[in-house]
């Protein structure tokens, strides 16, 4: 329920931070405060540790789900 609540946007870094971090000018995803929402963290920036696990969590709540409806 969590990822079917958050919103996934277009957005753009601000220069400083393409040119610190070499970061692309824009992407497409999760804001880092909806990520601290719906998951914790800073609000600034999202582990990629925390959110491959997150997905992955998701992603085997999803197959289990799938497997179930294939059941019946």
Avoid: C, N
Wanted: proline share 3%.
């Amino acid at each position: 329920a969590e990822f079917r609540e958050m919103p996934v946007d277009d957005y753009d870094y601000r220069e400083g931070a393409r040119k610190a971090y070499g970061v692309p000018e824009s992407r497409t995803g999760t804001m880092a405060q909806d990520w601290k929402k719906h998951f914790g963290g800073d609000g600034r920036s999202i582990d990629l540790g925390d959110a491959v696990g997150q997905l992955m969590a998701a992603m085997k709540a999803l197959d289990a789900r799938t497997m179930e409806g294939r059941a019946a």
